[in-house]
């Protein structure tokens, strides 16, 4: 082998998703709020293949309700520790909408895939002008871009232009 032609990451099999959320700024404000969870461990477990459908910086910052925030609390009716058990739970819900326990599945107009939440879907619709990769011919949602794919060593991660919402 040539000095220079060898890549530790590739030689095990390339990027973990934790690997790509780490090096890929725009989605961070998803990943720091991921990374408050349990479930993340399983964004290195190479044993796993899931998808992460995960919204970028500018998507999560203008939502009118941040995931942390519970719209049934008003401030000072409930106790911190009530408020930050409700907060994490908030976000627990959150995350695993955005969250897909398998890789191997078709972005198809019409079709839809089951999260991590239980009893939420995500379904996919024809998206409007061209693209040449499947992830590109989709919205999600019914208006949510796909706008990057990046194959991971234990599954894919989408980066989107909006946000998943729990129900």
Avoid: C
């Amino acid at each position: 082998m040539a000095s220079g032609d060898y890549t530790p990451q590739l030689a095990q099999g390339g990027p973990s998703l934790a690997d790509l959320l780490t090096i890929t700024p725009s989605v961070s404000i998803f990943y720091s709020y991921a990374r408050e969870l349990e479930l993340s461990a399983m964004f290195a477990d190479p044993s796993r293949q899931i998808t992460l459908f995960a919204p970028t910086n500018k998507a999560v910052v203008s939502l009118p309700r941040k995931p942390h925030e519970d719209p049934k609390i008003r401030e000072g009716t409930i106790t911190e520790q009530e408020y930050d058990s409700r907060s994490k739970h908030n976000i627990e819900r959150w995350v695993e909408a955005h969250v897909v326990p398998t890789s191997e599945f078709d972005l198809a107009p019409g079709s839809s895939i089951e999260t991590m939440l239980d009893g939420k879907s995500i379904s996919f619709e024809a998206a409007k002008g061209p693209g040449n990769e499947d992830w590109q011919q989709v919205t999600l949602e019914g208006d949510v871009k796909v706008l990057d794919k990046k194959q991971g060593s234990n599954g894919v991660l989408y980066v989107i232009d909006g946000t998943v919402e729990p129900n």
